[in-house]
């Protein structure tokens, strides 16, 4: 069983800073690519970043310059650092990573999520 818990939303005014967690736990053999994802009310859910287990990373043109993924292998923990936070960035933010139990095959997960509201 894996499970993936995101940690650290809130509220903060438009301008501040939220960091995001998220910890993958289980029987783990392996983790691939791992992506934080975000859906506001009344709309798709749609991709913030990405990071790769190498550490290679790709953003949405949206966040470019104000968001960093980042990952920590030995602790299956990936983590998002949102600075200059604005309104249109309140959504439910969720992580997701292709997991590799033992003698198992990859199979996708996402975290339950968790709320970021930014005020104005």
């Known amino acids: 069983q894996v499970q993936l818990v995101e940690s650290g939303g809130g509220l903060v005014q438009a301008g501040g800073s939220l960091r995001l967690s998220c910890a993958a736990s289980?029987?783990?053999?392996?983790?691939?690519?791992m992506g934080w994802y975000r859906q506001a009310p009344g709309k798709q859910r749609e991709l913030v970043a990405t990071?790769?287990?190498?550490?290679?990373?790709n953003y949405a043109d949206s966040v470019k310059g104000r968001f960093t993924i980042s990952r920590d292998n030995a602790k299956n923990t990936m983590y998002l650092q949102m600075n200059s936070l604005k309104p249109e960035d309140t959504a439910v933010y969720y992580c997701?990573?292709?997991?590799?139990?033992?003698?198992?095959?990859?199979?996708?997960?996402w975290g339950q999520g968790t709320q970021v509201t930014v005020s104005s």
């Open positions: 289980g029987s783990i053999f392996s983790i691939n690519a």
């Open positions: 997701n990573a292709p997991v590799k139990i033992p003698f198992g095959t990859f199979e996708n997960y």
């Open positions: 990071i790769t287990n190498g550490g290679s990373t």
